[in-house]
Protein backbone atom coordinates (compact mmCIF):
# COMPACT_ATOMS: atom_id res chain seq x y z
CA UNK A 1 0.00 0.00 0.00
CA UNK A 2 1.53 3.78 -1.02
CA UNK A 3 2.26 6.48 1.24
CA UNK A 4 -1.06 8.79 -0.73
CA UNK A 5 -3.45 5.82 0.15
CA UNK A 6 -2.08 5.24 4.17
CA UNK A 7 -2.76 8.90 4.49
CA UNK A 8 -6.09 9.18 2.79
CA UNK A 9 -7.13 6.41 5.34
CA UNK A 10 -5.60 8.05 8.27
CA UNK A 11 -7.48 11.22 7.22
CA UNK A 12 -10.52 9.78 6.90
CA UNK A 13 -10.77 7.60 9.68
CA UNK A 14 -9.92 10.64 11.89
CA UNK A 15 -12.99 12.47 10.46
CA UNK A 16 -15.44 10.09 11.07
CA UNK A 17 -13.77 9.10 14.57
CA UNK A 18 -13.51 12.95 15.60
CA UNK A 19 -17.38 13.26 14.23
CA UNK A 20 -18.63 10.04 16.05
CA UNK A 21 -16.99 11.53 19.18
CA UNK A 22 -18.11 15.08 19.02
CA UNK A 23 -21.77 13.42 18.20
CA UNK A 24 -21.83 10.69 20.94
CA UNK A 25 -18.74 9.87 22.86
CA UNK A 26 -18.45 13.85 23.38
CA UNK A 27 -15.22 12.90 25.21
CA UNK A 28 -12.02 15.32 25.31
CA UNK A 29 -10.62 14.59 21.43
CA UNK A 30 -7.16 12.73 22.02
CA UNK A 31 -8.43 9.99 24.58
CA UNK A 32 -11.78 9.74 22.07
CA UNK A 33 -9.88 9.06 18.78
CA UNK A 34 -8.00 6.97 20.78
CA UNK A 35 -10.77 4.97 22.32
CA UNK A 36 -12.25 4.01 19.25
CA UNK A 37 -8.63 3.21 17.26
CA UNK A 38 -8.31 0.82 20.08
CA UNK A 39 -12.14 -0.30 19.53
CA UNK A 40 -11.72 -0.72 15.73
CA UNK A 41 -8.07 -2.84 16.45
CA UNK A 42 -9.93 -5.33 18.76
CA UNK A 43 -12.89 -5.65 16.72
CA UNK A 44 -9.91 -6.31 13.80
CA UNK A 45 -7.96 -8.94 15.87
CA UNK A 46 -11.32 -10.72 16.99
CA UNK A 47 -12.67 -10.76 13.40
CA UNK A 48 -9.29 -12.23 12.83
CA UNK A 49 -9.96 -15.32 14.11
CA UNK A 50 -12.32 -16.12 11.76
CA UNK A 51 -11.35 -14.47 8.54
CA UNK A 52 -7.06 -14.04 9.24
CA UNK A 53 -7.26 -12.44 6.00
CA UNK A 54 -8.51 -9.38 7.64
CA UNK A 55 -5.83 -8.97 10.05
CA UNK A 56 -3.35 -9.32 7.21
CA UNK A 57 -4.67 -5.98 5.81
CA UNK A 58 -4.37 -4.53 8.62
CA UNK A 59 -1.03 -5.27 9.17
CA UNK A 60 0.04 -4.08 5.68
CA UNK A 61 -1.77 -0.80 6.54
CA UNK A 62 0.52 -0.44 9.70
CA UNK A 63 3.81 -1.99 8.39
CA UNK A 64 5.37 1.55 8.05
CA UNK A 65 7.71 2.72 10.50
CA UNK A 66 5.81 4.51 13.20
CA UNK A 67 8.87 5.05 14.81
CA UNK A 68 10.50 7.26 11.53
CA UNK A 69 7.27 9.16 11.03
CA UNK A 70 6.42 10.75 14.80
CA UNK A 71 9.70 11.12 15.75
CA UNK A 72 11.38 12.27 12.34
CA UNK A 73 8.59 13.98 10.51
CA UNK A 74 5.40 14.86 13.15
CA UNK A 75 7.32 15.72 16.17
CA UNK A 76 8.72 18.93 14.78
CA UNK A 77 5.51 20.41 13.30
CA UNK A 78 3.83 19.22 16.93
CA UNK A 79 6.34 20.78 18.86
CA UNK A 80 6.71 23.91 17.05
CA UNK A 81 2.91 24.39 17.42
CA UNK A 82 3.04 23.66 20.97
CA UNK A 83 5.79 26.41 21.66
CA UNK A 84 3.76 29.13 19.87
CA UNK A 85 1.03 28.62 22.36
CA UNK A 86 3.44 28.74 25.63
CA UNK A 87 2.71 32.25 27.53
CA UNK A 88 6.73 33.95 26.98
CA UNK A 89 6.63 36.22 30.45
CA UNK A 90 5.54 33.16 32.75
CA UNK A 91 7.18 30.99 31.38
CA UNK A 92 10.17 33.64 32.19
CA UNK A 93 9.25 33.57 35.49
CA UNK A 94 8.85 29.46 35.81
CA UNK A 95 11.92 28.78 33.80
CA UNK A 96 13.91 27.74 36.70
CA UNK A 97 11.09 24.86 37.75
CA UNK A 98 10.74 23.99 34.07
CA UNK A 99 14.23 23.18 33.40
CA UNK A 100 14.66 21.49 36.99
CA UNK A 101 11.50 19.05 37.19
CA UNK A 102 12.59 18.16 33.06
CA UNK A 103 15.98 17.46 33.76
CA UNK A 104 16.87 16.22 37.35
CA UNK A 105 13.00 15.11 37.28
CA UNK A 106 13.69 12.75 33.98
CA UNK A 107 16.87 11.32 35.08
CA UNK A 108 16.10 10.08 38.54
CA UNK A 109 12.75 8.42 37.37
CA UNK A 110 14.69 7.04 34.30
CA UNK A 111 17.04 5.24 37.11
CA UNK A 112 14.12 4.47 39.65
CA UNK A 113 11.47 3.27 36.95
CA UNK A 114 15.44 1.00 36.24
CA UNK A 115 15.93 0.30 39.51
CA UNK A 116 12.64 -0.85 40.65
CA UNK A 117 11.83 -3.12 37.69
CA UNK A 118 15.40 -4.61 37.84
CA UNK A 119 15.61 -5.70 41.76
CA UNK A 120 11.99 -5.76 42.49
CA UNK A 121 9.67 -6.75 39.63
CA UNK A 122 11.60 -8.99 37.48
CA UNK A 123 12.78 -11.64 40.30
CA UNK A 124 9.66 -11.48 41.49
CA UNK A 125 7.44 -12.64 38.07
CA UNK A 126 10.68 -14.78 36.93
CA UNK A 127 10.45 -14.04 33.23
CA UNK A 128 12.24 -16.83 30.97
CA UNK A 129 13.68 -13.77 29.42
CA UNK A 130 17.97 -12.47 30.02
CA UNK A 131 16.71 -8.82 31.09
CA UNK A 132 20.02 -6.49 32.47
CA UNK A 133 20.50 -3.68 34.01
CA UNK A 134 20.95 -1.58 31.05
CA UNK A 135 18.06 -2.84 29.20
CA UNK A 136 15.93 -1.68 32.09
CA UNK A 137 17.37 1.47 32.29
CA UNK A 138 16.55 1.82 28.22
CA UNK A 139 12.98 1.04 29.51
CA UNK A 140 13.23 3.85 32.12
CA UNK A 141 14.61 6.18 30.06
CA UNK A 142 11.86 6.07 27.11
CA UNK A 143 9.05 6.32 29.74
CA UNK A 144 9.68 8.68 31.88
CA UNK A 145 9.52 12.01 30.29
CA UNK A 146 5.76 12.99 29.82
CA UNK A 147 4.64 13.60 26.00
CA UNK A 148 4.11 16.80 24.89
CA UNK A 149 1.44 15.79 22.53
CA UNK A 150 -0.52 14.40 25.15
CA UNK A 151 -0.32 17.31 27.64
CA UNK A 152 -0.73 19.84 25.62
CA UNK A 153 -3.98 18.38 24.60
CA UNK A 154 -5.13 17.51 28.27
CA UNK A 155 -3.90 21.85 29.04
CA UNK A 156 -5.99 23.19 26.44
CA UNK A 157 -9.34 21.41 27.86
CA UNK A 158 -8.36 22.30 31.13
CA UNK A 159 -9.11 25.81 33.09
CA UNK A 160 -5.65 26.02 34.89
CA UNK A 161 -4.25 28.53 36.57
CA UNK A 162 -1.54 30.30 34.36
CA UNK A 163 1.81 29.36 36.66
CA UNK A 164 0.39 25.76 36.55
CA UNK A 165 -0.44 25.79 32.78
CA UNK A 166 3.18 27.06 32.38
CA UNK A 167 4.94 24.29 34.43
CA UNK A 168 2.97 21.26 33.09
CA UNK A 169 3.17 21.91 29.55
CA UNK A 170 6.77 23.60 29.74
CA UNK A 171 7.84 20.59 31.48
CA UNK A 172 6.37 18.19 28.82
CA UNK A 173 7.91 20.13 25.86
CA UNK A 174 11.57 20.02 27.61
CA UNK A 175 11.97 17.04 29.02
CA UNK A 176 10.93 14.95 25.94
CA UNK A 177 14.27 15.87 24.53
CA UNK A 178 16.17 15.40 28.10
CA UNK A 179 14.52 11.63 27.48
CA UNK A 180 15.53 11.32 24.08
CA UNK A 181 19.31 12.26 24.42
CA UNK A 182 18.83 9.85 27.45
CA UNK A 183 17.51 7.46 25.58
CA UNK A 184 20.12 7.15 22.47
CA UNK A 185 22.89 8.04 24.84
CA UNK A 186 22.69 4.24 26.50
CA UNK A 187 21.21 2.53 23.61
CA UNK A 188 24.82 3.43 22.29
CA UNK A 189 26.01 2.03 25.52
CA UNK A 190 24.17 -1.37 24.55
CA UNK A 191 25.50 -1.63 21.36
CA UNK A 192 28.81 -0.80 21.91
CA UNK A 193 28.87 -2.63 24.78
CA UNK A 194 29.29 -1.54 28.74
CA UNK A 195 32.91 -2.58 28.66
CA UNK A 196 33.64 0.28 25.81
CA UNK A 197 31.88 2.77 27.63
CA UNK A 198 33.56 6.38 29.44
CA UNK A 199 30.99 8.17 31.44
CA UNK A 200 32.54 11.64 29.87
CA UNK A 201 31.47 10.74 26.77
CA UNK A 202 28.16 10.55 27.94
CA UNK A 203 28.04 13.74 29.61
CA UNK A 204 29.19 15.12 26.06
CA UNK A 205 26.74 13.97 24.54
CA UNK A 206 24.47 15.04 26.96
CA UNK A 207 25.46 18.33 26.98
CA UNK A 208 25.75 19.07 23.38
CA UNK A 209 21.98 17.37 22.61
CA UNK A 210 20.65 19.24 25.16
CA UNK A 211 22.83 22.55 24.96
CA UNK A 212 23.38 22.76 21.21
CA UNK A 213 19.68 22.45 20.84
CA UNK A 214 18.61 25.09 22.66
CA UNK A 215 20.92 27.29 21.28
CA UNK A 216 19.70 26.35 17.76
CA UNK A 217 16.51 26.91 18.56
CA UNK A 218 17.07 30.01 19.89
CA UNK A 219 19.24 31.15 16.89
CA UNK A 220 16.91 30.52 14.49
CA UNK A 221 13.87 31.95 16.15
CA UNK A 222 15.17 35.23 16.64
CA UNK A 223 16.24 34.92 12.04
CA UNK A 224 12.38 33.78 12.08
CA UNK A 225 10.90 36.42 14.29
CA UNK A 226 12.74 39.46 12.49
CA UNK A 227 11.73 37.91 9.17
CA UNK A 228 8.41 38.32 10.03
CA UNK A 229 8.76 41.40 11.54
CA UNK A 230 9.78 42.73 7.83
CA UNK A 231 6.85 41.08 6.55
CA UNK A 232 4.64 42.61 9.43
CA UNK A 233 1.29 40.47 7.93
CA UNK A 234 1.67 41.92 4.42
CA UNK A 235 1.68 39.09 2.83
CA UNK A 236 0.03 36.26 5.04
CA UNK A 237 1.13 33.31 2.73
CA UNK A 238 4.90 34.32 2.81
CA UNK A 239 4.68 34.59 7.34
CA UNK A 240 3.32 30.66 6.78
CA UNK A 241 6.26 29.82 4.29
CA UNK A 242 9.07 31.23 6.51
CA UNK A 243 6.92 29.34 9.81
CA UNK A 244 7.51 25.96 7.86
CA UNK A 245 10.88 26.82 6.29
CA UNK A 246 12.13 27.31 9.94
CA UNK A 247 11.02 24.00 11.11
CA UNK A 248 11.92 21.82 8.00
CA UNK A 249 14.83 23.00 7.97
CA UNK A 250 15.97 23.35 11.87
CA UNK A 251 15.28 19.84 11.62
CA UNK A 252 17.96 19.08 9.14
CA UNK A 253 19.93 21.39 10.51
CA UNK A 254 19.42 19.67 13.86
CA UNK A 255 20.32 16.58 12.26
CA UNK A 256 23.43 17.37 10.70
CA UNK A 257 24.75 18.95 13.81
CA UNK A 258 23.86 16.54 16.12
CA UNK A 259 21.76 18.71 18.75
CA UNK A 260 18.15 17.55 19.45
CA UNK A 261 15.76 18.80 16.95
CA UNK A 262 12.87 18.77 19.69
CA UNK A 263 14.26 21.16 21.86
CA UNK A 264 15.10 23.67 18.90
CA UNK A 265 11.81 23.28 17.73
CA UNK A 266 9.58 24.39 21.42
CA UNK A 267 12.53 27.11 21.57
CA UNK A 268 11.61 27.95 17.97
CA UNK A 269 7.92 28.38 18.37
CA UNK A 270 8.63 30.01 22.14
CA UNK A 271 10.66 33.07 20.30
CA UNK A 272 8.51 33.12 17.40
CA UNK A 273 5.10 33.11 18.97
CA UNK A 274 6.14 35.51 22.14
CA UNK A 275 2.54 34.99 23.37
CA UNK A 276 1.91 37.32 26.46
CA UNK A 277 4.95 39.02 24.68
CA UNK A 278 4.22 43.67 24.92
CA UNK A 279 1.73 44.85 23.03
CA UNK A 280 4.29 46.67 20.41
CA UNK A 281 5.36 42.86 19.55
CA UNK A 282 2.10 41.12 19.41
CA UNK A 283 1.28 40.95 15.72
CA UNK A 284 4.65 39.84 14.87
CA UNK A 285 3.35 36.37 14.34
CA UNK A 286 0.26 36.95 12.79
CA UNK A 287 -3.28 35.88 13.39
CA UNK A 288 -2.83 33.51 10.24
CA UNK A 289 0.59 32.24 11.42
CA UNK A 290 -1.53 30.91 14.92
CA UNK A 291 -4.70 29.40 12.68
CA UNK A 292 -2.43 27.92 10.62
CA UNK A 293 -0.29 25.85 13.06
CA UNK A 294 -3.55 25.57 15.17
CA UNK A 295 -5.25 23.69 12.47
CA UNK A 296 -1.96 21.51 11.67
CA UNK A 297 -1.83 20.99 15.63
CA UNK A 298 -4.96 19.60 15.36
CA UNK A 299 -4.81 17.71 12.66
CA UNK A 300 -1.88 15.80 13.31
CA UNK A 301 -2.82 14.90 16.94
CA UNK A 302 -6.22 13.15 15.75
CA UNK A 303 -3.57 11.16 13.14
CA UNK A 304 -1.30 10.64 16.02
CA UNK A 305 -3.83 9.56 18.49
CA UNK A 306 -5.65 6.95 16.10
CA UNK A 307 -1.98 5.83 14.87
CA UNK A 308 -1.39 4.70 18.21
CA UNK A 309 -5.14 2.74 18.67
CA UNK A 310 -3.90 0.68 15.34
CA UNK A 311 -0.79 -0.12 16.42
CA UNK A 312 -2.27 -2.98 19.20
CA UNK A 313 -3.11 -4.96 15.78
CA UNK A 314 0.92 -5.34 15.08
CA UNK A 315 3.10 -5.07 18.99
CA UNK A 316 3.58 -8.76 19.73
CA UNK A 317 1.25 -9.90 22.82
CA UNK A 318 3.01 -12.31 25.32
CA UNK A 319 0.75 -13.24 28.57
CA UNK A 320 3.74 -12.66 31.02
CA UNK A 321 4.81 -9.66 29.45
CA UNK A 322 1.10 -8.35 30.12
CA UNK A 323 1.23 -9.52 33.35
CA UNK A 324 4.39 -7.57 33.86
CA UNK A 325 3.13 -4.44 32.43
CA UNK A 326 0.36 -4.04 34.59
CA UNK A 327 3.36 -4.21 37.74
CA UNK A 328 4.85 -1.75 35.37
CA UNK A 329 2.04 0.56 35.11
CA UNK A 330 2.41 1.36 38.56
CA UNK A 331 6.14 1.62 38.55
CA UNK A 332 6.90 4.23 36.44
CA UNK A 333 3.60 6.17 38.36
CA UNK A 334 6.37 5.62 41.40
CA UNK A 335 9.24 6.95 38.95
CA UNK A 336 6.69 10.24 38.56
CA UNK A 337 6.30 10.57 41.77
CA UNK A 338 9.91 10.76 42.74
CA UNK A 339 10.87 12.48 39.58
CA UNK A 340 8.33 15.29 40.64
CA UNK A 341 8.75 15.13 44.69
CA UNK A 342 12.59 15.15 44.58
CA UNK A 343 13.31 18.53 43.02
CA UNK A 344 10.29 19.73 44.37
CA UNK A 345 12.30 19.57 47.70
CA UNK A 346 14.68 22.37 46.44
CA UNK A 347 12.86 23.99 44.12
CA UNK A 348 10.26 25.28 47.22
CA UNK A 349 13.27 26.79 48.23
CA UNK A 350 12.70 29.46 45.95
CA UNK A 351 9.33 29.08 45.33
CA UNK A 352 5.95 28.88 46.59
CA UNK A 353 3.91 25.77 45.54
CA UNK A 354 0.29 24.89 45.83
CA UNK A 355 -0.65 22.01 47.71
CA UNK A 356 -2.12 20.17 44.89
CA UNK A 357 1.30 21.10 42.62
CA UNK A 358 2.94 17.19 43.10
CA UNK A 359 -0.59 15.23 42.52
CA UNK A 360 -1.42 17.02 39.52
CA UNK A 361 2.21 16.83 38.15
CA UNK A 362 2.29 13.36 38.57
CA UNK A 363 -1.21 12.14 37.77
CA UNK A 364 -1.16 15.00 34.86
CA UNK A 365 2.27 13.17 33.43
CA UNK A 366 0.70 11.75 30.49
CA UNK A 367 2.69 9.40 28.07
CA UNK A 368 2.11 9.18 24.69
CA UNK A 369 3.67 8.52 20.77
CA UNK A 370 6.95 9.59 21.93
CA UNK A 371 7.81 6.70 24.22
CA UNK A 372 6.13 4.01 21.77
CA UNK A 373 8.17 5.41 19.13
CA UNK A 374 11.43 5.16 21.02
CA UNK A 375 10.40 1.82 22.40
CA UNK A 376 9.55 0.62 18.47
CA UNK A 377 12.92 1.92 16.99
CA UNK A 378 15.23 -0.13 19.60
CA UNK A 379 17.12 -2.73 17.20
CA UNK A 380 15.74 -5.92 16.59
CA UNK A 381 19.21 -7.81 17.53
CA UNK A 382 17.01 -7.22 20.99
CA UNK A 383 14.69 -10.29 20.86
CA UNK A 384 12.38 -10.84 23.57
CA UNK A 385 13.83 -8.24 25.34
CA UNK A 386 12.61 -5.66 22.63
CA UNK A 387 9.22 -6.97 22.61
CA UNK A 388 9.37 -6.82 26.28
CA UNK A 389 10.21 -3.02 26.40
CA UNK A 390 7.22 -2.08 23.78
CA UNK A 391 4.83 -4.55 25.56
CA UNK A 392 5.19 -2.07 28.83
CA UNK A 393 5.68 0.82 26.95
CA UNK A 394 2.08 0.22 25.14
CA UNK A 395 0.28 -0.87 28.55
CA UNK A 396 1.66 1.98 30.20
CA UNK A 397 0.27 4.43 27.14
CA UNK A 398 -2.86 3.37 26.71
CA UNK A 399 -3.55 3.43 30.88
CA UNK A 400 -1.77 6.89 31.12
CA UNK A 401 -3.93 8.40 28.38
CA UNK A 402 -7.57 6.82 28.89
CA UNK A 403 -7.10 6.35 32.75
CA UNK A 404 -5.10 9.25 33.98
CA UNK A 405 -6.56 11.52 30.71
CA UNK A 406 -10.51 11.04 31.87
CA UNK A 407 -9.58 11.06 35.72
CA UNK A 408 -6.86 14.43 35.92
CA UNK A 409 -9.70 16.76 36.24
CA UNK A 410 -11.15 15.11 39.29
CA UNK A 411 -7.39 15.86 40.44
CA UNK A 412 -7.34 19.29 39.63
CA UNK A 413 -10.08 20.45 41.32
CA UNK A 414 -10.11 23.62 43.18
CA UNK A 415 -9.99 27.15 42.28
CA UNK A 416 -8.28 29.27 39.58
CA UNK A 417 -6.14 30.16 41.85
CA UNK A 418 -2.16 30.45 40.88
CA UNK A 419 -0.30 27.51 41.71
CA UNK A 420 2.91 28.81 42.62
CA UNK A 421 4.80 32.60 43.15
CA UNK A 422 8.70 33.33 43.08
CA UNK A 423 9.56 33.86 46.70
CA UNK A 424 9.89 37.50 47.16
CA UNK A 425 13.25 38.61 48.60
Known amino acids: MDVLTIITL ?12 VSFLKLPSTIGLMVLALVL ?43 LSIHLNTFKQEGGVVFGFAIAGTLISTFVVAAVLYYLLLPMIGLNVQIEFIHCLLFGALISPTDPIAVLAMVKKSALPKNLEIQIAGESLFNDGVGVVTFLTIL ?37 FYLLKIVHNDHVELEVLITLSMVLG ?6 LIHVSAPLAMVCMGIVVGREG ?21 EALNAILFILIGLEMIVIPFRSDFFIASLFGIAIVLFGRFTAVFFPWIFLRMKWNFHPKTIPVLVWGG ?48 GGPEDVMEPKQG
Open 277 to 297: RSEAMSDVAGEYVHKFWHIID
Open 41 to 83: SIVVVLVGFVAPGVVEIAETIMAFDFSYVLLQIMLSFLLFAGG
Open 188 to 224: HIVEGGVSGFHPSEAVLEFGQEFIGGILLGVLLGFAG
Open 366 to 413: LRGGISVALALSLPDSLGEIKNFIIQCTYSVVVFSILVQGLTIQKVMG
Open 250 to 255: GAEIAS
Open 10 to 21: LIFLATVFTFIN
